[in-house]
């Protein structure tokens, strides 16, 4: 197994994160460094990463229904409260597959599986996540092709997929991208205040009826839908 893979299945992090590892000189095998993302790991290697021995176990993916005012990471100076405190203390090797801002509600998926974790977040292969947007008044329809063409944040042509009304101050919407607060920043370019957001599904993975703060692990269907 390659190095990057070995470490990302050991619940390093994504894979990314693993690559960062290999080349900032933090990993050895059988005590030599090594900065060789490609490197074979092979039965009976002794791999460190600084002095932590690694060794591969078995993945999990979690879906947890996050409540607002929870932050999308494990440690924040300015939060008291991050998704790992809904989580039990044996889950502290997961890492979450993207972020939701603080006051976005829904699914996120946490994971030790780090090609699981690529393959949802990097740009090429497009996966859809769908949100419930709540508005702060009445909603215009005819907007709906200035978001589904583009609104330029940051330099960046930020796009809907779909906007579809739901209620009067009420949509559905997918994208497929995934910029810092997009879907509230969109909103607010086009003069409206995202109210309330809540993701639904990522892919072919839905909320359901899960209660807010509950996690589930996901099942090996489910998985291999995500794949």
């Known amino acids: 197994m390659r190095l990057n893979r070995f470490l990302a299945a050991a619940g390093l992090g994504s894979r990314r994160h693993c690559d960062e590892l290999i080349a900032d000189g933090r990993v050895t095998i059988n005590g030599q460094p090594c900065a060789n993302f490609s490197t074979?790991?092979?039965p009976g290697d002794h791999v460190k990463v600084g002095s932590r021995v690694v060794r591969p176990g078995e993945s999990l993916t979690i879906a947890l229904h996050k409540p607002a005012g929870f932050v999308s990471t494990r440690r924040d100076p300015n939060a008291t409260d991050t998704i790992y405190d809904l989580?039990?203390?044996k889950f502290c090797r997961l890492f979450?597959?993207?972020r939701l801002d603080a006051q976005t509600e829904g699914l996120l998926l946490l994971t030790s599986d780090g090609d699981l974790a690529q393959h949802l977040t990097h740009p090429r292969y497009?996966?859809?996540k769908e949100y419930e947007v709540t508005l702060d008044k009445l909603w215009d329809q005819k907007l709906a092709e200035k978001l589904r063409t583009g609104i330029f944040l940051d330099g960046k042509r930020a796009k809907l997929t779909q906007v579809q009304p739901c209620g009067p101050r009420k949509l559905r919407v997918i994208l497929r991208q995934g910029?810092?607060?997009q879907i509230r920043r969109m909103f607010y370019a086009i003069g409206y205040?995202?109210?309330r957001l809540v993701r639904t599904r990522i892919?072919?993975?839905?909320?359901?009826?899960m209660p807010r703060g509950n996690w589930r692990p996901l099942t090996k269907s489910?998985?291999?839908a995500l794949r």
């Open 40 to 42: 074979q790991v092979e």
């Open 87 to 89: 989580l039990p203390a």
């Open 96 to 98: 979450n597959i993207g």
């Open 126 to 128: 497009k996966v859809e």
């Open 179 to 181: 910029m810092n607060r």
């Open 193 to 195: 205040e995202v109210k």
């Open 203 to 209: 892919g072919y993975l839905r909320l359901g009826q």
């Open 222 to 224: 489910e998985l291999a």
